[in-house]
């Protein structure tokens, strides 16, 4: 009987795709927006639905990116158009320096293998018709790695690395709680050692206790792979512990981007200042008075022009209404970028979009129309 061989050494065999040889990012976004054609017909035009619209960052092996914002911001959308799980309208896809933007079906199957994606509810995206030993294997089955003995044997090392008994392989998944679940679908995803992994609410339907166990779970697994991770989350906690830096995205665009501590130390858009303001905070003396916003945000089919967030901000002016803000580094020493850098790709700027963040902090700049406003809470 032929011995079966380690994880880890089918991992070593398999090709190299096109992999970094310097400091390159892994990931790179350059304008990317994602459009749907909502109704519409033979003799009438269909109203375009703004989902994404012209995101840019760069992404570095080992780093994680948090992402957050209220429901239907446009957060989810933007990681499967990374993914390439939906082509998207416009901008560019670079992936482990290759421009994936055009890619068909076909030529993006062996990047599928360094690429994966862990959902929010463990429950729906098992097949609970399928055994976790099937589960963990069919990553090997599609691209063809192994033979039965050998994915038998590494099914049960997924399984001890995400911390459940090799004993389980034979169980199903609603013998499972939700927790044990979760770990399973993060098991199959790094079944094929991949170096994007994208977590899409991943520990939001999971109890407090179960999610800092989660947390960690991919903490430990990014040091051991340098996983780059993209977080995506609307608990603002939660991203805090996890992520090197934290983009903020309200319909479609992102608003903010900074290191983590900088981000939570001093938030610089009106938007971000208000879901940190509606943070519980158990400390009186570190209490911070609410920031007002007014109504609820628009739709991604008729964003107001301008700033997206003007129609909420208290520190609404006239450019506001005429002007896109541009994403750029808060330190006008600093110049324009284009491109987001997260890790040792690029800089630790801190990024904002807003006309006045500056008069804002320093106190010249006063909120107004505060008449009739409502505590933001959609995020804590």
Known sequence: MTRAISIEQ???????????????????????????????????????????????????????????????????????????LQQPSSGRIHF????????SARQMRPLRQQMQLVFQDPQESLNSRHTIATIL????????????????????ELLQRVGLPVSALNRYPHEFSGGQRQRIGIARAMALKPKLLVCDEAVSALDVSVQSQILNLLLSLQQEYQLAILFIAHNLSVVKHISDHIAVMYLGRIIELAPSDELYAQALHPYTQALLAAIPEPDPRRRKVPLMLQGEPPSPA???SGCHFRTRCPYVGERCINEVPPLLPAAPTLGAQS????????????HVACHFHREIMSGERLPQNLESCDIITSLI
Do not use: M
């Open 10 to 84: 089918v991992r070593g065999a398999a090709p190299e795709l096109n992999a970094s040889k310097s400091a390159a990012p892994l990931l790179q976004l350059e304008n990317l927006a994602q459009h749907f054609t909502l109704g519409g017909g033979l003799l009438r035009r269909g109203q375009t639905l703004y989902a994404v619209d012209g995101v840019s960052f760069t992404l570095a092996a080992g780093k994680t990116l948090g992402l957050v914002g209220e429901s239907g911001c446009g957060k989810s959308t933007l990681a499967r158009s990374l993914l390439k």
């Open 96 to 103: 482990d320096g290759q421009d994936i933007t055009d890619y």
């Open 137 to 156: 294997q069919e990553p090997f089955v599609i691209h063809g790695i192994g033979t039965a003995q050998e994915r038998q044997v590494w099914a049960g």
């Open 302 to 304: 008729n964003p107001p």
């Open 339 to 350: 491109l987001l850098n997260i890790g040792p790709a690029g800089g630790e700027a801190h």
